[in-house]
């Protein structure tokens, strides 16, 4: 995680993680995920992707149903120090292999370019109440316009996948272990026997990094834990022995408010009656 690592092996690290989590999962037959620099006369790009390309086989009773495909572009950040994801893209398709149109899809972009949120899902369908919706979209927007205009000129009805929903933005966006979850609990596909534990694992160590990355985004904003060498000790004393008139300093460490455990609910109860106001933990 430090300058001292190559790009392409953080990057590994991250595919590592990524094969462990569909693993415990969906089971052990799933493809592992690879890195692969991609040399750019400016800069240096990792793509993360299963080797060979055959996505990740999603079936129920043993009978092929769905296929997830999932790719990322990663760069360092701005500081050049970590890790960050530019691209992504995780896409769900019917049948046994990805091919054609997919349902649906999760993407990211880094940098977005025009009015299409950076990270956004988009639902490849059709409803006729929708469609019509679109047809009569406004025009005081650049997509809104686009859209009308391609209506005006017969381009075709508009689809569902026209829309891009937003969700959550650069750093609070849904990861991978989310869509797994939605698909085993919302479809029934086959999973493994420790399917809960994968996921957990996963979307802990992926909201650490992201609560670390929110932290590191507003450094002019610093927690009464950053002040002083003093209080971030107590800080840490104080959490280790959990007492509770220092949960306040205690959940400004990023890495202990991850967890969305019951423990987690009892101390923003706590927080929330001490300091009813926006707290100066509040990156």
Not at 141 to 160: N, W
Request: aromatic fraction near 6%; include cysteine; proline fraction near 6%.
């Amino acid at each position: 995680m430090t300058s001292g690592n190559s790009l392409e092996g953080e990057a590994q690290r991250f595919a590592a993680e990524l094969t462990d989590t569909v693993r415990g999962v969906v089971g052990a037959h799933v493809e592992a995920f690879r890195a692969r620099t991609l040399h750019h006369p400016q800069t240096d790009r990792v793509s993360v992707h299963q080797e060979p390309r055959t996505g990740v086989p999603l079936a129920v009773g043993g009978v092929p149903l769905l296929n997830l495909t999932a790719e990322y572009r990663c760069v360092w950040d701005s500081q050049q120090l970590f890790l960050a994801v530019e691209t992504s893209a995780v896409q769900v398709y019917a049948g046994a292999k990805a091919d054609s149109e997919p349902l649906f899809r999760y993407e990211y972009t880094r940098s977005p370019g025009g009015d299409v949120p950076g990270a956004h899902i988009q639902i490849h369908g059709h409803r006729d109440a929708l469609t019509y919706v679109m047809t009569r979209a406004g025009t005081a927007t650049r997509r809104g316009q686009r859209l009308a205009g391609r209506v005006a000129q017969g381009g075709g009805v508009p689809r569902m996948s026209d829309l891009h929903f937003p969700v959550g933005g650069s750093r609070f966006r849904p990861s991978l272990e989310d869509v797994l979850d939605m698909l085993v609990r919302e479809l029934g596909v086959d999973h493994e026997p420790g399917w809960r534990e994968a996921l957990a694992t996963g979307r802990e160590r992926w909201r650490r990094m992201q609560i670390r990355a929110v932290v590191r985004d507003a450094p002019a904003r610093p927690s009464p834990c950053s002040r002083s060498s003093a209080m971030r000790s107590a800080c840490a004393t104080d959490w280790r022995s959990r007492k509770t008139t220092s949960l306040a300093s205690a959940t400004c460490d990023p890495a202990a408010v991850v967890s969305t455990a019951p423990v987690t609910k009892r101390i923003v109860g706590r927080l929330t009656r001490a300091h009813p106001g926006p707290g100066a933990c509040d990156a």
